[in-house]
Every structure is written in C-alpha cells, then in structure tokens.
C-alpha cells in the first residue's frame, strides 16, 4: 500500500465560516484541453486578443493564476485530473496505459451524487479504450468525437435541463485542438479576424516542422546544421510555427466560448458550475528549452504550467494566487458541487473551494510535478534521438525528473545529460522562463523543498508497476493500437 505523503500537498480543506452556500449546480462541466499553456491565453496574458471568449468566461470566475501539471504527458495529466491524485495512485507513469479501477474517478464521485454522467473524448491518451470513462454510462461515453455547441446530445442536454428543473448532470470532453503536429486549419479565419497576428509571416516557412520533425524537436542542433536554421532563417520558422499554433488557440476559445454560450442563453448560467483546463503546455521555441516545439520530456514553464479556470454558483470573481495542481481539479470541483469524496480518494489533491468562494485566501502548499516515462512499446522509436537519450536514457522509474514549488519558488531534480542528476532551482516571479539556475544547498527554504522533493521522488519509484510487465488491472491494449494511439498524435511517424 502506498504511504499517505506527509507533505504540505495535503493542505486539507480550511474550515473557515463563510456565507451560506448556494444551491448545488445542475450542470457540472469539465472542458480538458490537450497541449495549452496559459500564457497563450488572455486571462493570463493581458496582451494576448485572440482568446475573448476566454477572457469574458475568466472575468466571472476564479483564475488559478500558479496552476501545474503532474507531468507533460497527456495520459498521465489526464489520470491526475480525474483521480485527483499522482502517479503513485493512479499508476499511469506512461502513456498509453490503462487507467486502474482501483481509484475513483471524478464522473464516479458525481454519478455516486446522483448526477447523470456524459464523457467526450477526442485524445487517444484519455481514451475509452484505455478506461478512462470510469462512471461514465457506454452509451453516453463518445469515443473520438469532440464535443461542440451544435453536439445533438448537447443540445438534447441542455433542454432536458431546462425543462426538468430536477435533472442533474456531469460532464467531462477531453480535446486534442492544439496538439502537434499543429493543424492549418484555422489559419485562413484566424488571420481574416486578426490580420495584425499574421502580418508580414509567411506560414509556408513552417514546413519543416512537419517535413522533419523529430529532428526539430528532439535533435535540433542538427537541425541547425543540416538547415542553416540561423538568423532571418530561424526567425521565419519560429514566427510562422507560432503563428499557427496561435490559430488553433483561437479556434479552441471558439469552440470553447459556443458551448458556454449556449448554455448560457438557454438561462442555466446560474446553475452550472464550468470549468475549463488543460492537461499541459506546449515549448514553441525558446533558446534555453532542451525540445523545441514539444512537451512529453522536457520541464519547461510552458508544459508544467496550465490554466485553471472556473465559473458557477458560490464562485467569486477573483484570481486565486496560490499554488494549485492537476489534482486539485477534482477535489475542488466536487465541493463546489456539494458532492462527498469516498474517504482514502482524491488524496493527493486539495479542496479550494474556500478560496474560490472569496471566504479565504490561497492555502499554503507545495505542488509537485515529475516527467513521464517512455510509452510502453517494443518499438523504441527514441532509441534514433542520441540527443534525447542523453537526458531520458531508459524506461526507468529511478530516471524520471521531479520539481516543488511553493509560491514563485520551484525546485527540480533532472538529469543533466552528462550521465547524473543535478537540483536546480529558480525564482519564478523574477525569472519566469527559467533562464538563471538559483539553487544554493545552504538556504533554508531550498533545503526544505529538496527534502520534500526526496520523499515524493521516493514514493513514486516505490509504488511503479511496469505495464510491459504487469498491468495495474484489466488488460493493456495491444501493441499495434498503441503504436496507432501514438502516431495519430504525432509522438512516432
């Protein structure tokens, strides 16, 4: 049995007297996106203009502003999210892996509640296949399909709701609309409704991401040699990557902004509690990320740190300045919900409703965050990316990196690429790309996240079953649907 992390983590619940709660919503809705940072977004970047819908949704709720990922890839933030609780607990390390049963899982706590439950699913990592619709009857359980305001089921719900003023329901949409390799798709509306983004970028000079891109991302010092990426050159490639995946950005806040806008004109926006995350960022490029245009191996700020989003009854238009976690998500939303948490579940993660309410400020915690292993396969397409093994040389719970961060100050522990791990540590609030290692053995609030860092290092090598070895529980798909799981997300050609 896992051991309970005695660590500032589990800040639990503050019981702090508070106003009388509102009625419990009738609508609960969870919009996970795949690959999306928060500083694309408007509500964490005041320049940022193509993101309105983002922007209105954020001014009538509470913006978690320091809100982190458990880890870059997909399948594992996914599990987080909906366990409320690390890898040590919900035993995806990689991805693809099936989800255990072991846990609950956030649509379970709800349909327990009384809540009719819906999942639509559009990332192959967070997948029915891979029993990640726990609490989810199969017939409202919509594999490959992204939900939309148009969404007949959708729009069945909503006037369901609107007609039974007894109906309950959950649901949860995973989406993949950001992820690489970036789609064009959105490009030409993007640039007719914001001409000033796309002037003077050709989005031709990104070609290369797409003709070659694990050397982009994982070798791209070789890439600066084979292509004399350098100079006007580089500068082309870089604007025009940018350039479209602010498109697909903006074509998120669209689809984004047509569900709450339906929802909201058929009057429910009082009683639907929304939420809207995403399961990582992505680095574009940046002169000191390892991968460029990447997230699953590397620990930038722009893959560990997501945006945390929610709007509904009780909730009091704020920013939420404290440190928050993928696995807060579900403890929080299943309090504002009224909504009981089977006792040993959701352990990991913290209820912050209090701030949320406006009845408290931010707890003080620690966050933590780790990087994924290898995707459990045979054919170990990283084993061409000299560059890339340097830094993730096996399969190896013992290898993974780990961070903490209390507040602006995060600690990591990472291999260095010369064969040993090495801490470092940055000031988030003065150096916020991580440009200037900081780390001092001898101060005191450093020596403290490195002995909690230690201990969650050590419970996540202890509690790691293989899945090429033994699964968790239930059978693991096979080798050829995950080879086709991965490439369909452009993680093997």
Request: glycine share 6%; charged share 25%.
């Amino acid at each position: 049995m896992v051991p309970k992390l005695a660590l500032c983590v589990l800040a639990l619940s503050l019981q702090v007297a508070c106003s009388k709660p509102p009625p419990p919503p009738r609508m609960v809705m969870l919009n996970v996106y795949c690959t999306l940072g928060k500083d694309m977004l408007q509500p964490y970047d005041s320049s940022v203009e193509y993101t309105p819908n983002l922007k209105r949704f954020a001014e009538q709720g509470v913006v978690f502003e320091r809100h982190v990922t458990e880890t870059g890839q997909s399948g594992v933030a996914f599990a987080s999210i909906l366990s409320g609780e690390h890898a040590m607990r919900h035993l995806v390390y990689s991805h693809p892996t099936r989800l255990t049963d072991a846990i609950q899982t956030l649509p379970e706590a709800f349909a327990e509640a009384g809540y009719d439950t819906y999942f639509w699913e559009r990332q192959g990592m967070g997948s029915i296949a891979l029993n990640y619709d726990q609490g989810i009857p199969e017939n409202q359980a919509f594999a490959r399909r992204a939900l939309v305001e148009s969404d007949p089921t959708f729009q069945a719900i909503l006037k369901r709701l609107k007609d039974d003023p007894t109906y309950k329901v959950f649901i949860i949409s995973f989406y993949s609309l950001t992820h690489s390799l970036y789609s064009r798709g959105s490009l030409d509306g993007f640039c007719q409704e914001y001409p000033g983004q796309c002037q003077g970028i050709d989005p031709e000079n990104a070609a290369l991401v797409y003709d070659d891109p694990r050397r982009l991302t994982y070798n791209f010092p070789s890439a600066v040699e084979k292509y004399d990426l350098k100079g006007e050159r580089l500068e082309e490639l870089v604007g025009a990557v940018e350039l479209i995946y602010k498109s697909r950005v903006s074509y998120t806040d669209e689809v984004f902004g047509g569900i709450v806008q339906a929802l909201d004109q058929q009057g429910l926006a009082e009683e639907s509690l929304i939420a809207f995350t995403a399961d990582h960022g992505e680095t574009l490029y940046r002169e000191n990320s390892l991968f460029k245009w990447s997230h699953s191996f590397d620990f930038d700020p722009d893959v560990m740190n997501v945006p945390f989003i929610g709007r509904g009854p009780g909730i009091v238009p704020r920013r939420h300045t404290g440190a928050s976690s993928s696995a807060d998500v579900f403890p929080t939303l299943a309090a504002l919900a009224g909504v009981p948490i089977k006792e040993g579940q959701a352990t990991f993660g913290s209820d912050l409703t209090m701030s949320s309410t406006g009845c408290t400020g931010p707890p003080q915690k620690i966050v933590f965050s780790h990087t994924g292993l290898w995707p459990p396969i045979k054919r170990r397409w990283w084993m061409t990316q000299p560059r890339l093994l340097k830094f993730h040389p096996s399969y190896d719970p013992a290898s993974v990196w780990v961070s903490a961060r209390a507040d602006d100050l995060i600690v990591k522990y990472r291999h260095d690429g010369s064969g040993k791990f090495v801490y470092e540590a940055y000031d988030l609030a003065a150096d916020p790309k991580e440009t200037r290692n900081i780390f001092d053995a001898e101060d005191a609030r450093q020596r403290e996240l490195v002995e909690h860092l230690d201990r969650y290092r050590k419970i996540l090598i202890d509690a790691h079953v293989d899945p090429r070895k033994k699964t968790p529980q239930g059978p693991q798909p096979d080798e050829a649907t995950m080879i086709e799981q991965l490439r369909a997300l452009g993680y093997i050609d």
